[in-house]
């Protein structure tokens, strides 16, 4: 159990606002019907039925939140993205993607929001924290797949969207 801080419930605001932004953004829907289909502590979760994916808003570290999480896809059955909002440093946003599977979930971690010039949404490896820097997912509204090819065709391409996605979240979250 954690003390609520003033710097913890700004962390939790961050979390909440940044995955529902990313919803629409996206343009995932979610489903109230859902949430009395999951148990707590997973009913307070977005479920997007068009992805299959359940988006998980969190303050802790992303590899601490994985068993609970873990859990919660075992129980919907269905893809997970538990999106962590920066509480030091550079204010962005980092997401881990979890796919469920029948015998054991299999997470990818260290990915960051990617915007296009055109505003297309894709998860990339984090540039200074990634297990696997060649993996990549463009967002869309159907079920998440790995993409063939990275967003970006060079580096500063690569430096400019996750630019545009932190100028995105600054905005949302009133920083300047």
């Known amino acids: 159990m954690y003390i609520m801080t003033k710097e913890r ?25 859902t949430r009395l289909l999951l148990r707590p502590p997973f009913s307070e979760w977005f479920y997007a039925a068009s992805a299959d994916l359940l988006l998980v808003p969190s303050i802790e570290p992303t590899r601490g939140d994985l068993a609970i999480v873990d859990r919660g896809m075992r129980e919907a059955r269905c893809d997970a993205l538990v999106v962590k909002a920066s509480s030091e440093g550079r204010r962005t946003l980092y997401i881990a993607y979890g796919q469920w ?6 997470w990818c971690h260290g990915r960051r929001l990617w ?26 509204e159907r079920r998440l797949q790995v993409a063939s090819h990275p967003p970006a065709r060079d580096d500063q391409e690569a ?18």
């Open 9 to 33: 419930a700004l962390a939790q605001m961050r979390a909440l606002t940044a995955t529902q932004a990313l919803a629409t953004l996206v343009g995932w829907q979610s489903d109230p019907a």
């Open 159 to 176: 430096i400019d969207g996750l630019d545009r996605a932190d100028a995105f979240l600054a905005q949302l979250w009133g920083d300047r």
């Open 115 to 140: 915007l296009s010039s055109h505003g297309k949404a894709w998860l990339v490896p984090d540039p200074h924290d990634s297990e696997d820097p060649h993996l990549s997912m463009q967002l869309t």
């Open 101 to 106: 599977g029948r015998q054991e979930n299999v």
